[in-house]
């Protein structure tokens, strides 16, 4: 069949699942891409025939044709009337490709250099060919339907035969070869949970089994044989995903350099290792880390056989496809055997302008070094620029350090020097690459520019005064730093509120700095530090405050009574004994009750007295405080009074007087039926209360006869007090008095009682 160049319609019915070629006609060449969107509906297998600049592409169960590219992935192109073809295979001297065609039984021989099926070979009716593979001169197939399958082989004549493998299959193997011609041949079978496995000697035409066994492989979709045919590779997301078996025994012989994940799996002729799952990987078949790690679209993930390697290994191709098998894109790996590297750059930052620095640089990459190794291969130039040398200035020596696990793991460079007084420094690095690493070039700026470095300060809490006493000081910088500067002293206390300067402070090698003083002044005393920075740093200021001691002076309050009734005149007087600088003494009073207020304030007499006076109202507690001067401290003193209230009591209706001994009785007559007791007190308070107590006089001594207990007064400060004239025994001697007692809350006044009043009562009416 001639080759049809894919038109923009026939685009469209192959994505859509369209079996047949619609006609030749011309199209635009695809762009190289690193993913390339491919014009098929479904994928099936991919090889590389690189002499005649050909990828061949097959879709599977209803296409109609293999698809052609060139080695970019453009210039599509079908070959036409190749249904179902499934594996493919290249003939050992590349002239041939082979398509298997399960569903017309057969195996189609195409023309690599003219794009033209040649031959088409039946393998019998029933036997559906699929997986194909090329060893020892020989092109071998499986075959088969689920439950019964087998190896077969096309010779140079085109004869085929079926049954090469006595041992038999269950199912359809899949064959895999080695990259480059030889007789090494593997066959795998998914059988439940596990999938057999057999490899072979292929030679004349026949096979022999080398080993058998099943691997514990439940997902079983590509397998690949190493370049050396020594190694077996099956990539699973569910089994035994890094080992690597032996061909000769099947057994587990340590594991490859990366995870054989996914569902892909090929091998370059030199041995290097692709794995496809959601990422196309790259890795060297042992040792450790990987080259490339190139990741799908969110959407797609390696197709089962995705995978081929140019000849010359330096290109992977790889096609992904979404969940449903369908969109298969192709994605061309340009250097696939070549680890990237970064460069990662650490200084002494932040920089000041003439401070040392260290600015090393360590090489980073997704493969290890090989044994032996401690440094990464190639060498490494660093270029310094700064104002001086605008166009750089290579630097000739950097010092290399070798790899130290796990600070870093491919060794580092160093450079040392002094950043510029003024401008910026910056570096420009650039890594040659060697063997499978990639060459890197970065730039780092190392910024400069004036810091403030941190200041800690240590001084006691108190001290006393006239006492020594030390402030110390760090300063401290992220690194080695320029000695430059000096720490200025301004210090601010009760003689000196604005603050004065109290001179410099030297700075040592480590920063540390001492400041020594004797403060004459008590109370507090704060010391403030600034570093002016010099020429390379900003200032910094920080503080400390030392409370130093005063003395306490001798300071009292006195009144000329301590109890005194409403309206009194209180002579109020304060004394201060010694002081330095302040005389000063200010009396205040606080009646109850009432917020306290300012009597009098000034300087003592002569004989250190402030007097004043202050009419009382309540009781009151009058105090007396001096603020403090530079030697004594501040001191305040109190001193209370109470008011007496005044009570006024009254008997009701007394019809005269007697004489009775030395003591004046008021005389009621039983006709008057009640006497009364008027209590009156000033000032009256609310809750306040008044009792009222009467005594009988008899057998030589007074005893209590009746009471009435703490009665509140009526509004006008009043209460009266009645009995029965009927209770009282006639003819005997009867007193009365009563007792104030204030508010339990908030009382102005202290308790008071009254005197006596002496009573007697006769018995009839007065004549």
């Not at 699942?17 to 491919?38: E, F, H, I, Q």
């Amino acid at each position: 069949m001639k080759p049809a160049r894919l038109s923009a319609p026939t685009a469209a019915a192959l994505l859509l699942g369209l079996t047949t070629v619609m006609g030749p006609g011309a199209v635009g060449s695809y762009a190289a891409s690193s993913d390339t969107p491919l014009p098929i509906a479904h994928f099936a297998h991919l090889v590389v025939d690189a002499p005649h600049g050909h990828l061949f592409i097959s879709g599977g169960a209803g296409t109609d044709a293999i698809l052609v590219t060139d080695l970019d992935g453009g210039n599509p192109t079908l070959i036409g009337d190749e249904p179902g073809a499934t594996g493919l295979a290249v003939s050992a001297d590349g002239s041939a490709l082979y398509a298997a065609l399960p569903g017309e039984d057969a195996i189609s021989v195409i023309s690599t250099e003219k794009l033209t099926e040649s031959a088409r070979y039946a393998t019998g009716a029933g036997t559906r060919p699929d997986s194909l593979a090329v060893a020892g001169g020989t092109l071998w197939f499986g075959y088969g339907t689920a439950g019964a399958g087998g190896i077969g082989s096309v010779d140079g004549t085109g004869a085929v035969t079926l049954q090469q493998d006595p041992g038999g299959w269950t199912a359809p193997p899949m064959l895999a070869t080695t990259p480059t011609p030889s007789g090494v041949l593997a066959a795998a079978a998914q059988t439940g949970d596990t999938s057999a496995v057999v490899t072979y000697r292929a030679e004349g035409g026949s096979l022999t089994r080398q080993a058998a066994k099943a691997l514990p492989v439940p997902d079983l979709s590509d397998i690949a044989l190493t370049a050396d045919g020594l190694h077996l590779a099956v990539p699973s997301f569910q089994g035994a995903i890094a080992d690597r078996y032996r061909t000769s025994d099947l057994a587990v012989d340590g594991q490859f350099a990366g995870g054989v994940y996914g569902k892909a799996v090929a091998v370059a002729p030199d041995g290097t290792i692709a794995s496809g799952s959601r990422a196309l990987v790259t890795f060297p078949e042992t040792g450790e880390g990987e080259y490339t790690d190139y990741s799908y679209a969110q959407d797609l993930s390696s197709a089962a056989h995705g995978l081929a390697w140019a000849p010359d290994g330096s290109r992977v191709y790889g096609v992904a496809v979404d969940a449903s098998g369908g969109t298969p894109t192709l994605h061309i790996s340009l250097h696939p055997e070549t680890a990237p590297v970064t460069l990662r750059g650490s200084g002494t930052t932040p920089l000041a302008p003439g401070e040392a620095y260290s600015f090393v640089v360590s090489p980073d990459s997704s493969l290890s070094l090989g044994a032996g190794e401690h440094m990464l291969p190639g060498t490494v130039r660093i270029t310094r620029y700064d104002d001086a040398d605008p166009d750089g200035v290579l630097i000739p020596d950097p010092t290399a350090t070798p790899a130290r696990i796990p600070i870093d793991f491919f060794g580092s460079y160093r450079v040392d020097g002094t950043a510029p007084l003024t401008g910026q420094l910056s570096f420009h690095v650039d890594y040659s690459g060697s063997g499978h690493y990639g060459p890197a070039t970065r730039p780092f700026d190392l910024p400069v520019a004036k810091y403030a470095p941190t200041m800690a300060l240590t001084a006691p809490s108190a001290s006393g005064r006239a006492a020594p006493l030390t402030v110390t000081g760090r300063l401290t910088w992220p690194h080695a730093h320029v000695r430059t500067g000096a720490v200025h002293i301004v210090k601010t206390d009760a003689a000196h509120p604005s603050g004065y300067s109290a001179g410099t402070a030297s700075v040592a090698a480590d920063g540390t700095f001492a400041f020594h003083d004797t403060p004459q002044v008590g109370s507090a005393n704060t010391y403030a530090f600034t570093y002016d920075g010099g020429t390379s740093y900003l200032p910094v200021t920080a503080s400390a405050k030392v409370q130093v001691s005063r003395a306490t002076p001798a300071l009292t309050v006195t009144t000329d009574a301590k109890s005194y009734h409403s309206g009194a005149t209180v002579k109020v007087t304060a004394h201060l004994g010694t002081t330095y600088n302040s005389r000063t003494v200010t009396l205040y009073d606080q009646p109850a009750g009432k917020p306290r207020a300012q009597l009098k304030s000034g300087k003592v007499d002569a004989h250190g007295n402030l007097v004043t006076s202050y009419k009382v109202t309540r009781d009151t507690v009058f105090s007396a405080a001096f603020a403090g001067d530079y030697r004594y401290a501040p001191r305040t003193v109190t001193t209370g009074t109470t008011l007496t209230p005044t009570v006024r009591t009254e008997l009701q209706y007394p019809l005269k007087t007697t004489r009775i001994g030395s003591t004046t009785y008021q005389v009621f007559y039983k006709s008057e039926v009640n006497m009364g007791f008027d209590v009156q007190v000033r000032p009256n308070q609310s809750n306040g209360c008044t009792s009222v107590y009467l005594e009988h006089y008899y057998s030589g001594a007074w005893h209590q006869a009746t009471s009435k207990s703490c009665v509140p007064l009526y509004s006008d400060g009043w209460y009266g007090y009645l009995r029965a004239l009927k209770l009282f025994t006639s003819n005997d001697h009867y007193r009365v008095r009563a007792h104030y007692t204030p508010p339990a809350k908030g009382a102005q006044t202290s308790g008071v009682w009254t005197g006596w009043t002496y009573l007697t009562v006769r018995p009839g009416s007065p004549s």
